[in-house]
T-cell receptor, first 112, second 116 residues
Framework: EAQVTQNPRYLITVTGKKLTVTCSQN?????MSWYRQDPGLGLRQIYY???????DKGDVPEGYKVSRKEKRNFPLILESPSPNQTSLYFC???????????FGQGTRLTVV | AQKITQTQPGMFVQEKEAVTLDCTYD???????LFWYKQPSSGEMIFLIY??????QNATEGRYSLNFQKARKSANLVISASQLGDSAMYFC?????????????FGSGTKLNVKP
């Protein structure tokens, strides 16, 4: 089954403790992206990647890092999480044949 | 300036009636794509419909149609014959550049409640 898989689905952590949210897709898509969703703001793009080793900032990259060492994986790294990074995070991928992006199930992160 | 504006935070519609969700966009690109996604209470993002800026006909997918008015920069979603399962958050989105999918902009969403 074609899918984008994020882990974990839920995470509660403390301020300053480094964490990684993984994202993996099995569709051989070149494009992958991370978003955060906050009430009243919709989804905002954090980072995107056009291919392996090619990444670029979205609209809200501060406090986040990404890497794209393999085509299927695009982890999101929070080196020193803060409470304002409490949010619902989505990973998405897109292939060349369809215009839409496929989204993962989301990761609800709480930073206390 | 906001790239995507959805002015209806919440809407109610009676089951079996049609409903229009508003979306306006802002871009100076000639090539762009417009999307609608549905987010039920379970949280996943479900793609509904797509309209390319050069498409002359309004896009339709089953009960969903996109009322594309290029001069007005609007891309309203029309849901015909609403069902209880249509109750969800709906997001309008845009990417600029047909062949170079880079930045993708979402509106703030409209929460639709379908009443029995």
């Amino acid at each position: 089954e074609a899918q984008v898989t994020q882990n974990p689905r839920y995470l509660i952590t403390v301020t300053g403790k480094k964490l990684t949210v993984t994202c993996s897709q099995n569709m051989n898509h070149e494009y992958m992206s991370w978003y955060r969703q906050d009430p009243g703001l919709g989804l905002r793009q954090i980072y995107y990647s056009m291919n392996v080793e090619v990444t670029d900032k979205g609209d809200v990259p501060e406090g986040y890092k990404v890497s794209r060492k393999e085509k299927r994986n695009f982890p999101l790294i929070l080196e020193s999480p803060s409470p304002n990074q409490t949010s619902l995070y989505f990973c998405a991928s897109k292939g060349p044949r369809r215009p839409e992006a496929f989204f993962g199930q989301g990761t609800r992160l709480t930073v206390v | 300036a906001q790239k995507i504006t959805q002015t209806q935070p919440g809407m109610f519609v009676q089951e079996k009636e049609a409903v229009t969700l508003d979306c306006t966009y802002d871009t100076s690109d000639q090539s762009y794509g417009l999307f609608w996604y549905k987010q039920p209470s379970s949280g996943e993002m479900i793609f509904l419909i797509y309209q390319g800026s050069y498409d002359e006909q309004n896009a339709t997918e089953g009960r969903y149609s996109l009322n594309f008015q290029k001069a007005r920069k609007s891309a309203n979603l029309v849901i015909s014959a609403s069902q209880l399962g249509d109750s969800a958050m709906y997001f309008c989105a845009m990417r600029e550049g047909i062949y170079n999918f880079n930045k993708f902009y979402f509106g703030s969403g409209t929460k639709l409640n379908v009443k029995p």
